[in-house]
C-alpha cells in the first residue's frame, strides 16, 4: 500500500494499512527528511491520543528517531495536538509527530506531521516529505533501536507537555476571572486527549465545572467517531439542561476543535462560532490583524472584518492552507467550518481548549449568557442561512459534473448573477447579493460537497436546488 498524505497527514485503518511497519517507514521518512534540511538536531517531538495502540506507535517513532540519532522527545501520557505543537514551538525541535486520528473513528489512526513552527504542515512541505517516503518504501531500510537502548543513551527523553501549555494559556487568558465568575460549565471530551484540561485550569474558583465522556475508552463508546457536531452532541445538550449549565464546550478526540452549546441546550454552529471568537478578539479585546477562513466559511466574518477595518483573506480548505496565510499575515485569527480555530500570540494550529476559554472571556467580559451574544452578532452583520450537502455520485459522472463547472455554463444561480468565480479548490460561486455557493470534490470518497450560504432559509435551499439542478443531480 501506498502512504499517502493528505489534509492533516496520514490516516487508515488499523491492523489493516495502519501497521507498526508503517508508522516506521512513516517516522524514517520524517526522519531523513530532518537530516536533509539540517534540522535532525534540534529533535523530534512525538505525541499521542488516546486511542488502544497510540501509544505503542509514538514509541515505534521514537526507537526510529534514536536510530536515526535524533534526539526523540516523548510525551509522558496522552495529550491533545495542540499541547504537542506548544512544546515543539517552545523547545524549538525540528519537527513534531502526533499519532492521532483526531475525529475519526475508533478503528482509524493516523500520523500528523508538525513543522517547527507547530502548525499543519504546508503543501511543499508535504511533497517533499513524501519524496522521502517514497525511498524508504522502496529500499525498505529503517534504522531503529530498542526503547531501553533509546533512553540509556539519552536519545529518548519522556516529558511531560501539560504544565507549560497551561501556563501559555494562563498568559493568553485571564482564568482568575473565569474561575471567579459563577459559571455552570459543562464540558465534552468525548472520550478524547482533551480530558481533564479545562477541569484543570477553571478549578479553584466558584463556578461549578461537570465533565462528562471524560474517562479512559479508547472505544468512544456510543459515538461513532469523536467529532463535536451536533448530531453527536445530544448527551451534552441534555446535560447542560439538567445541570443548568450556561454553557457547554466540546473537544474532538485530541482536542484541536471545539463544539459548543448554549445555556439553552442549542448547538451554536461552528461559523456562529468563529464569528464569535472573531467579534471578541476584535471588539472586547481591541486586537488587530488578518482574519484567515477557509472557502467554506462564513460571511460573517467578513462583515465583522469590515466594521472593524481590517483584512480577510480567504483560502482553501485545510490548515496546510490556512497556517502558512496565517503566519505571513500575522494574523488575528484563522478558521475552518470544521471547528478549528487559531489565534494571535499562540501557534498556527488549531486548538479547541484555547477556543473554548476564549467563549468563556467573552461571556464573563459582556456579562451576557450565549443565546444574547448570537443574537446581538445578527443584529450587527445580519442574519446568515448555511446549508451544506454531501452528495454520492457514479464516479462516471465525475467528468460531466466537471465540465458543466469548468465551462461556466451558467451565469446564476437561482436567479442571482454571478459576480466571480473562485476555482482554487473546487468552484466557490460569488453572487450579486453577497450570497455564495461552493461546490467541491471529496478527495477521500466518491462524494460531492455542496455549500451554501445566504441571507434567508428559503434563498438558500433555492440556491442548492438550483446549483443541483445545473449539475444534474
Same mark, same amino acid.
Given at each position: 500500500?501506498?502512504?499517502?498524505?493528505?489534509?492533516?497527514?496520514?490516516?487508515? +485503518?488499523?491492523?489493516?494499512?495502519?501497521?507498526?511497519?508503517?508508522?516506521?517507514?512513516?517516522?524514517?521518512?520524517?526522519?531523513?527528511?530532518?537530516?536533509?534540511?539540517?534540522?535532525?538536531?534540534?529533535?523530534?517531538?512525538?505525541?499521542?491520543?488516546?486511542?488502544?495502540?497510540?501509544?505503542?506507535?509514538?514509541?515505534?517513532?521514537?526507537?526510529?528517531?534514536?536510530?536515526?540519532?535524533?534526539?526523540?522527545?516523548?510525551?509522558?501520557?496522552?495529550?491533545?495536538?495542540?499541547?504537542?505543537?506548544?512544546?515543539?514551538?517552545?523547545?524549538?525541535?525540528?519537527?513534531?509527530?502526533?499519532?492521532?486520528?483526531?475525529?475519526?473513528?475508533?478503528?482509524?489512526?493516523?500520523?500528523?506531521? /508538525?513543522?517547527?513552527?507547530?502548525?499543519?504542515?504546508?503543501?511543499?512541505?508535504?511533497?517533499?516529505?513524501?519524496?522521502?517516503?517514497?525511498?524508504? %518504501?522502496?529500499?525498505?531500510?529503517?534504522?531503529?533501536?530498542?526503547?531501553?537502548?533509546?533512553?540509556?543513551?539519552?536519545?529518548?527523553?519522556?516529558?511531560?507537555?501539560?504544565?507549560?501549555?497551561?501556563?501559555?494559556?494562563?498568559?493568553?487568558?485571564?482564568?482568575?476571572?473565569?474561575?471567579?465568575?459563577?459559571?455552570?460549565?459543562?464540558?465534552?471530551?468525548?472520550?478524547?486527549?482533551?480530558?481533564?484540561?479545562?477541569?484543570?485550569? +477553571?478549578?479553584?474558583?466558584?463556578?461549578?465545572?461537570?465533565?462528562?465522556?471524560?474517562?479512559?475508552?479508547?472505544?468512544?463508546?456510543?459515538?461513532?467517531?469523536?467529532?463535536?457536531?451536533?448530531?453527536?452532541?445530544?448527551?451534552?445538550?441534555?446535560?447542560?439542561?439538567?445541570?443548568?449549565?450556561?454553557?457547554?464546550?466540546?473537544?474532538?478526540?485530541?482536542?484541536?476543535?471545539?463544539?459548543?452549546?448554549?445555556?439553552?441546550?442549542?448547538?451554536?454552529?461552528?461559523?456562529?462560532?468563529?464569528?464569535?471568537?472573531?467579534?471578541?478578539? +476584535?471588539?472586547?479585546?481591541?486586537?488587530?490583524?488578518?482574519?484567515?477562513?477557509?472557502?467554506?466559511?462564513?460571511?460573517?466574518?467578513?462583515?465583522?472584518?469590515?466594521?472593524?477595518?481590517?483584512?480577510?483573506?480567504?483560502?482553501?480548505?485545510?490548515?496546510?492552507?490556512?497556517?502558512?496565510?496565517?503566519?505571513?499575515?500575522?494574523?488575528?485569527?484563522?478558521?475552518?467550518?470544521?471547528?478549528?480555530?487559531?489565534?494571535?500570540?499562540?501557534?498556527?494550529?488549531?486548538?479547541?481548549?484555547?477556543?473554548?476559554?476564549?467563549?468563556?472571556?467573552?461571556?464573563?467580559?459582556?456579562?451576557?449568557?450565549?443565546?444574547? +451574544?448570537?443574537?446581538?452578532?445578527?443584529? *450587527?452583520?445580519? %442574519?446568515?442561512?448555511?446549508?451544506?450537502?454531501?452528495?454520492?455520485?457514479?464516479?462516471?459522472?465525475?467528468?460531466?459534473?466537471?465540465?458543466?463547472?469548468?465551462?461556466?455554463?451558467?451565469?446564476?444561480?437561482?436567479?442571482?448573477?454571478?459576480?466571480?468565480?473562485?476555482?482554487?479548490?473546487?468552484?466557490?460561486?460569488?453572487?450579486?447579493?453577497?450570497?455564495?455557493?461552493?461546490?467541491?470534490?471529496?478527495?477521500?470518497?466518491?462524494?460531492?460537497?455542496?455549500?451554501?450560504?445566504?441571507?434567508?432559509?428559503?434563498?438558500?435551499?433555492?440556491?442548492? *436546488?438550483?446549483?443541483? /439542478?445545473?449539475?444534474?443531480?
Amino acid at each position: 500500500m501506498a502512504i499517502k498524505f493528505g489534509t492533516d497527514g496520514w490516516r487508515a +485503518l488499523v491492523n489493516q494499512d495502519f501497521t507498526d511497519e508503517n508508522v516506521r517507514i512513516c517516522a524514517q521518512a520524517v526522519c531523513d527528511y530532518m537530516i536533509s534540511n539540517d534540522i535532525n538536531h534540534a529533535g523530534l517531538i512525538i505525541g499521542y491520543d488516546t486511542r488502544e495502540s497510540s501509544q505503542s506507535f509514538a514509541k515505534s517513532v521514537a526507537e526510529v528517531a534514536a536510530g536515526n540519532n535524533i534526539p526523540a522527545i516523548l510525551c509522558d501520557n496522552s495529550c491533545p495536538t495542540p499541547v504537542v505543537s506548544y512544546n515543539l514551538v517552545l523547545r524549538e525541535c525540528g519537527a513534531g509527530v502526533v499519532i492521532t486520528a483526531s475525529h475519526n473513528s475508533a478503528d482509524w489512526n493516523g500520523f500528523k506531521f /508538525k513543522p517547527g513552527y507547530g502548525g499543519s504542515a504546508s503543501p511543499e512541505i508535504i511533497s517533499n516529505l513524501e519524496k522521502h517516503l517514497h525511498q524508504v %518504501e522502496q529500499s525498505n531500510i529503517v534504522n531503529s533501536i530498542t526503547f531501553e537502548e533509546g533512553q540509556l543513551s539519552g536519545l529518548i527523553e519522556l516529558i511531560d507537555p501539560k504544565t507549560t501549555y497551561l501556563n501559555r494559556l494562563a498568559e493568553l487568558v485571564n482564568l482568575h476571572s473565569i474561575r471567579e465568575s459563577g459559571l455552570n460549565i459543562v464540558i465534552d471530551s468525548m472520550y478524547g486527549a482533551g480530558a481533564g484540561y479545562f477541569s484543570e485550569l +477553571l478549578s479553584g474558583g466558584n463556578n461549578k465545572i461537570k465533565e462528562i465522556r471524560s474517562e479512559f475508552s479508547p472505544t468512544f463508546p456510543g459515538l461513532i467517531q469523536p467529532e463535536p457536531i451536533e448530531a453527536n452532541l445530544e448527551p451534552l445538550m441534555n446535560e447542560v439542561i439538567d445541570f443548568n449549565a450556561d454553557v457547554g464546550l466540546a473537544t474532538d478526540g485530541d482536542a484541536d476543535r471545539l463544539g459548543i452549546i448554549d445555556e439553552n441546550g442549542n448547538y451554536v454552529s461552528t461559523l456562529i462560532s468563529f464569528s464569535l471568537l472573531c467579534q471578541h478578539l +476584535l471588539e472586547n479585546l481591541s486586537m488587530t490583524g488578518t482574519i484567515v477562513k477557509s472557502i467554506t466559511m462564513t460571511n460573517m466574518v467578513d462583515k465583522l472584518a469590515e466594521l472593524n477595518s481590517v483584512e480577510v483573506v480567504e483560502t482553501p480548505v485545510g490548515f496546510k492552507n490556512l497556517g502558512p496565510v496565517f503566519m505571513e499575515q500575522e494574523g488575528l485569527a484563522a478558521g475552518e467550518e470544521s471547528g478549528g480555530y487559531a489565534f494571535q500570540g499562540h501557534i498556527p494550529e488549531r486548538d479547541g481548549i484555547l477556543s473554548g476559554l476564549l467563549i468563556l472571556d467573552m461571556m464573563i467580559k459582556t456579562q451576557s449568557p450565549l443565546s444574547e +451574544l448570537i443574537e446581538n452578532l445578527t443584529n *450587527k452583520v445580519g %442574519e446568515h442561512f448555511y446549508i451544506r450537502e454531501d452528495i454520492p455520485f457514479e464516479s462516471s459522472k465525475r467528468k460531466e459534473i466537471d465540465t458543466i463547472l469548468s465551462t461556466r455554463s451558467f451565469n446564476s444561480i437561482a436567479g442571482i448573477n454571478i459576480n466571480n468565480v473562485n476555482d482554487e479548490d473546487g468552484f466557490k460561486f460569488y453572487l450579486q447579493d453577497n450570497s455564495w455557493v461552493l461546490v467541491r470534490f471529496s478527495g477521500t470518497e466518491p462524494l460531492l460537497r455542496l455549500h451554501a450560504e445566504s441571507n434567508s432559509l428559503d434563498q438558500v435551499e433555492s440556491l442548492v *436546488k438550483d446549483i443541483k /439542478k445545473n449539475l444534474k443531480l
